[in-house]
């Protein structure tokens, strides 16, 4: 009984992995609305019946499905988070995290882009999210309290230090340039500065 119970719950997971990368593969190919639980469902190699095991509906998908990821990257980039070490360290240190984690997870950070510039987006917990992130924000707020960096909403500081990751971590948007490591560590410093009193 024991063995059936395992192999039932391996199975089931087997079946929900599929479920979220069938979604990130259809939706990157074909967008939101064409994407149907139907067409997800057969490219998971399951019945439409199996999705509403997971989710609610759609909408439910969806919106698990970009939380997941952000929750997938938040790991990546706290993995080794020291928060002993100096601010701009710190900032570094999580600035090459998530190039690293984007680079190598193209498909997840190109589902992530357009979920967030969906109608979808306004389905989720903003706040809730910010909780993945938590660590970094509170090493930009110490960086405001302790004046090494400019004060302003952190969404500000977020903006100018890691939205640039974005335009250089994904080959399509730097077509005919070739990125270097040194160019990723100017990259870095170009932000600092931005952010930096």
């Known amino acids: 009984m024991i063995v059936y ?17 069938a979604t990130i593969k259809l939706v990157n190919e074909i967008g939101f609305v064409s994407s149907s639980v139907s067409k997800i469902a057969k490219e998971a190699g399951v019945s439409p019946a199996t999705l509403y095991v997971y989710y609610e509906n ?36 999580v600035w090459f995290s998530m190039f690293d984690w984007i680079s190598n997870n193209l498909e997840y950070y190109q589902f992530m882009e357009q979920f967030a510039n969906s109608p979808y987006s306004t389905l989720v917990d903003h706040q809730a999210l910010e909780q993945y992130f938590v660590k970094v924000i509170n090493v930009l707020e110490r960086g405001k309290r302790e004046k090494i960096i400019k004060d302003v909403d952190w969404h500000l500081l977020g903006a100018f230090m890691y939205h640039p990751i974005s335009g250089l971590a994904n080959p399509n948007h730097r077509k005919g340039f070739e990125l270097k490591e040194d160019d990723i560590e100017t990259a870095f410093t170009m932000a600092w500065d931005a952010i930096k009193l």
């Not at 119970?5 to 990368?21: I, N, P, Q, V, W």
């Not at 998908?61 to 601010?87: C, G, H």
């Open 5 to 21: 119970l395992y192999t039932m719950r391996t199975r089931d997971e087997e079946k929900k992995e599929a479920l979220f990368k």
């Open 58 to 93: 759609k909408e439910d998908l969806l919106v698990s499905t970009y939380k997941e990821i952000k929750m997938m990257m938040s790991r990546a980039i706290l993995d080794d988070f020291d928060d002993n070490l100096p601010i701009r360290d710190i900032l570094r240190n």
